[in-house]
């Protein structure tokens, strides 16, 4: 008998993953896999392969929070797979109307330390666009250095 859940698309796109940490199809091919944790990945990404050359691709994230969730809504893929979702990601992804799945959802990202908010949480915590929130990234990622 075949297990449901192992073959559901939330659990095969997760398994994908392996050790990287995001990974983005396009047309079933990997356009960019990624083992760094935070948003360096989706900046990086988003910087190298532009808007339009993310529209309509798959993003596989092992951890989506409301900055995540915003950069990816900046470029609109056509399916997102989470592994842990905010829930504050999730109302992003709603609000965008994008089509997404998650292993859980959690009520915030905290930091490494779980005492306080993600770094990349507090910075977004007011922004409500993705152009506010990709703009304010890439600052705080460029004044930390590369």
């Known amino acids: ?6 073959t559901s698309p939330l659990s095969l796109f997760m398994g994908k993953l392996n050790e990287k940490s995001l990974l983005i199809l396009k047309d079933g091919q990997p356009l960019l896999e990624s083992r760094k ?4 990945p989706l ?29 990816i809504a900046y470029f609109q ?10 829930r504050r990601a999730e109302a992003i992804f709603k609000r965008y109307g994008l089509s997404y799945k998650a292993t859980r959802v959690v009520p915030e990202i905290l930091c490494c330390t779980e005492d306080d908010l ?29």
């Open 1 to 6: 008998m075949i297990d449901a859940e192992s």
């Open 37 to 40: 944790e935070g948003m360096k």
């Open 43 to 71: 900046l990086a990404a988003i910087r190298c392969l532009g808007r339009t050359g993310l529209r309509r691709t798959v993003v596989v994230d092992k951890i989506v929070g409301k900055a995540a969730a915003l950069l």
């Open 77 to 86: 893929p056509e399916q997102v797979y989470c592994g842990t979702l905010s």
């Open 118 to 146: 993600c770094p990349f949480e507090k910075a977004v915590l007011d922004l409500e666009t993705p152009v506010d929130c990709y703009n304010t990234l890439m600052l705080k990622v460029l004044s930390f250095g590369s």
